[in-house]
């Protein structure tokens, strides 16, 4: 399927863009769509329950549907939606067709992804980022489902919400459902401020970009590659060892994707340990990246696979502050309007 391109929205500049670009950095300055944001919705509305990768079985899809019903929201999912074959849901047009469906219907508000895994790279191809577009649905979920919220800011131009799937259910936090709710309904009372622990000092403000490290770095080379220029860059991984989290780090780093950032914001890196090297944790990995950027770095934020997930706006606008451990986001992945 053809690309669709839009000229790029106008974004607040960072504080952090060198004067002068490498020219690894030159390298993305290329067309984006213009960003839009999705629609939010409102109580009562449908949540579509969709599986782009791997299986989920039935105990994990009903746990999400008294998630869901428990927000406010009607569950709604096809027949197949427990499909598995093997690690994946179900075959590449089953999956794709799911989504399709979903972002077709008038009735249904917002999509839901069950769960990562594997898998939703597969379906990029059979998908129409027009069709997202114009549909303008929140689209949630993280994990393998960063290539997805990839694709859909880079090829559709339309932020998503990188945040809690059925793992939600498990963890019974009310916080975190309250907020995923809030923020599909595009209902903060105030910006969200998320605290961690600072890395480097120094203020910047850009778009959010990333989640999965392995799949951010998976998106090099393809249509859907991540494009971090004047962004805050979002990492998290899980049961990554350190040397793993080394080497995908430094195929960002050669690839060019840390020469214009403005900022890094790190979530879990969640069981990412190898007891055969004690002495290089995975901390000493990101003190070794990171600290000579020369870009705020706060560590600790809470998101990705550990006991706090909390949705971020996925294209979003956000303020890092490195001095103060602290992350400022700035404005809805949703319109009320």
Not at 28 to 39: C, G, I
Not at 108 to 126: H, M
Not at 260 to 267: C, H, W
Request: a neutral charge; hydrophobic letters at 40%.
């Amino acid at each position: 399927m053809g690309m669709h391109h839009w000229a790029e929205g106008p974004s607040k500049p960072s504080a952090q863009l060198p004067a002068q670009p490498s020219r690894l950095a030159r390298k993305e300055r290329f067309v984006l769509p213009s960003l839009l944001k999705a629609r939010a919705i409102r109580p009562g509305d449908r949540i579509a329950i969709v599986a782009p990768a791997g299986p989920i079985d039935e105990g994990r899809l009903r746990a999400g549907q008294r998630l869901i019903t428990e927000m406010g929201f009607e569950p709604v999912f096809r027949p197949d939606v427990l499909a598995s074959s093997g690690y994946l849901a179900g075959e590449d047009d089953r999956r794709a067709a799911e989504l399709t469906q979903w972002v077709a219907d008038p009735e249904v508000g917002a999509i839901w992804c069950a769960r990562g895994g594997y898998g939703s790279s597969r379906v990029l191809r059979r998908l129409n980022p027009v069709q997202f577009r114009e549909a303008r649905k929140p689209l949630v979920g993280y994990s393998d489902i960063t290539t997805l919220l990839l694709w859909q800011r880079r090829q559709a131009g339309l932020m998503g919400i990188h945040g809690p799937m059925f793992d939600l259910a498990a963890q019974s936090t009310t916080e975190a459902a309250e907020a995923l709710a809030r923020a599909l309904r595009g209902i903060e009372p105030r910006p969200p401020t998320w605290m961690g622990r600072g890395l480097c000092g120094g203020q910047a403000v850009g778009r959010l970009i990333g989640g999965s490290l392995s799949l951010s770095v998976a998106s090099l080379g393809t249509p859907w590659e991540i494009q971090t220029r004047g962004a805050i860059m979002m990492l998290e991984d899980v049961t990554e060892p350190p040397y793993r989290i080394d080497r995908m780090l430094d195929q960002l780093r050669s690839a060019g994707k840390f020469e214009q950032v403005a900022g890094i914001g790190l979530g879990g890196m969640t069981d990412c340990v190898d007891s055969r090297y004690p002495d290089r944790d995975v901390e000493a990995v990101l003190v070794d990246f990171f600290r000579p950027l020369g870009v705020p770095v706060v560590l600790d934020l809470p998101f990705g696979h550990g006991d706090q997930n909390r949705a971020w706006p996925y294209g979003g606008r956000a303020s890092i502050h490195g001095d103060r451990g602290e992350l400022n986001l700035l404005e809805s992945a949703v319109s009320t309007r």
